[in-house]
């Protein structure tokens, strides 16, 4: 594993601030969609955790205590499958967001699309899916562009 020497390359309002909006758009095309915050939320986290982008997830743990989630189920988001403090509707959620986050594995397999299905409409669908992409180019940016997170402690 490299080290960080925690130096931000490039700040990307000031450089492109063109694709800086246009990444700020793709990020909102779900806000009309009726989608629960806080689902969101623990896609957002969790993939922020999977692909280890410090800066979105000090940005969206934030996020996720304003719309309610608890520190506990934040602790327990990466152990999610063996935590019984999600709903199926997360947990089918959190599954997909997996299966998008690391698709080169396995895709989204058809019985995780069906079980998606039961808790959420084709619409929603693709919510889920925009939010995982959102979040999984946000991550990348970031990282790239080695953005850290400013911490108060």
Not at 58 to 73: F, L, N, P, Q, T
Request: net charge negative; hydrophobic share 40%; proline share 3%.
């Amino acid at each position: 594993m490299s080290k960080n020497n925690f130096t931000q390359r490039v700040d990307m309002k000031t450089s492109a601030p063109n694709l800086f909006r246009k990444m700020q758009e793709m990020s909102r095309p779900t806000d009309d969609i009726e989608l629960d915050a806080v689902i969101r939320e623990l896609i957002k986290v969790l993939a922020s955790q999977m692909n280890r982008c410090a800066y979105c997830l000090s940005m969206h743990v934030e996020s996720a205590r304003k719309v309610g989630i608890s520190d506990d189920r934040l602790h327990l988001l990466n152990a999610w499958r063996d935590a019984p403090c999600f709903t199926e509707s997360e947990r089918v959620a959190l599954e997909l967001t997996e299966a998008v986050t690391e698709i080169s594995r396995q895709g989204v397999p058809e019985s995780l699309y069906d079980r998606v299905r039961q808790h959420f409409s084709g619409e929603q669908y693709v919510a889920l899916l925009a939010t995982i992409n959102a979040i999984n180019a946000w991550n990348r940016f970031m990282i790239g562009l080695a953005y850290t997170p400013s911490l108060d402690s």
